[in-house]
Nanobody, 114 residues
Framework: QVQLVESGGGLVQPGGSLRLSCAAPTSLFRIYTMGWYRQLPGKQRELVARIISSGGTNYADSVKGRFTISRDNAKNTVHLQMNSLKPEDTAVYYC????????WGQGTQVTVSS
């Protein structure tokens, strides 16, 4: 089982910022592309950002220009800096490989509301 632990979520006002963190096994971080996924209320889980092992990134149009994904392979961590948050960003956020491998972690709840 691949253990993924997400943290950093919380309640934030529209326009605010949050920084999410994910700890993952070495096997995922050394060569694997990592991604941040989110599941909006009543919706399917979607990929919002991805980062390859060497640092190249891609973003969903819905978050482009507002979110930044990064990774620290030495620490086996991946982060998602979320700025200019909108109510429609409210979701449970998860990290995993791309393609997905193993089990999902518990996720971290992000709520954007005034």
């Amino acid at each position: 089982q691949v253990q993924l632990v997400e943290s950093g979520g919380g309640l934030v006002q529209p326009g605010g910022s949050l920084r999410l963190s994910c700890a993952a096994p070495t096997s995922l971080f050394r060569i694997y592309t990592m991604g941040w996924y989110r599941q909006l209320p009543g919706k399917q889980r979607e990929l919002v950002a991805r980062i390859i092992s060497s640092g190249g990134t891609n973003y969903a149009d819905s978050v482009k220009g507002r979110f930044t994904i990064s990774r620290d392979n030495a620490k086996n961590t991946v982060h998602l800096q979320m700025n200019s948050l909108k109510p429609e960003d409210t979701a449970v956020y998860y990290c995993n490989g791309d393609p997905v491998i193993g089990a999902w972690g518990q996720g971290t709840q992000v709520t954007v509301s005034s």
